[in-house]
């Protein structure tokens, strides 16, 4: 089904033939399945690129913030910053903006993808949590609480995720804030 108009024709008619699991909502039907993320992927290809470069903007946007913050540990966060955080958003930059890796790979595989993407980013958030967080103030928790926010935002409202990915995401963001 590479056809889109055929993918939301038979979407639109509500085929008996036409099943989901009740566990992931997914399609049963494989090639359904691919035909429905492939055509997610081109409808959703512009909204992805613009949350993308918001959370690119934003990661390095928050670097004078830690700086006013946690003065001491500037250096620590920067090396993590700009040693983990960004360059995995920049190892990401092909899944939107690279017509063979879209082709061979972000169409059929965007959602893994933008979990891994994710993930990369709560990695470095972490090691930052751990250099920041030896003494917790006030404004260590005001701004660990505005972190997990804009993620949990980002996870369930921008990336438009599988709501089985979002939820474990969600739950992997919370148990790590948490610990």
């Known amino acids: 089904m590479d056809d889109p108009q055929a993918l939301s024709r038979a979407l639109d008619e509500r085929r008996d033939d036409v099943e989901l699991s009740p566990l992931t909502l997914t399609f049963r039907d494989p090639a359904l399945e691919r035909a429905y993320w492939e055509h997610f992927f081109d409808e959703n290809r512009r909204a992805l690129i613009i949350a993308y470069l918001i959370v690119v903007v934003f990661a390095v ?3 004078p ?3 006013a913050l946690f003065p001491a540990r500037y250096p620590s966060l920067w090396a993590v910053r700009f040693g983990v955080i960004l360059p995995g958003l920049a190892a990401f930059a092909p899944v939107l903006f690279s017509p063979r890796v879209i082709a061979r790979v972000s169409r059929r595989y965007i959602q893994e993808l933008m979990v891994a993407g994710t993930m990369i980013v709560l990695v470095g958030l972490g090691l930052q949590s751990v250099i920041a967080l030896d003494v917790l103030t006030e404004s260590i928790v005001l701004y660990g609480g505005l972190v997990y926010f804009l993620l949990l935002m980002g996870v369930h409202c921008v990336l438009r995720l599988r709501f089985l ?3 474990a995401l969600g739950t992997f963001i919370l148990a790590a804030g948490l610990a």
């Open 165 to 167: 990915y979002a939820g």
């Open 61 to 63: 946007a928050f670097t």
């Open 65 to 67: 913030v830690e700086y």
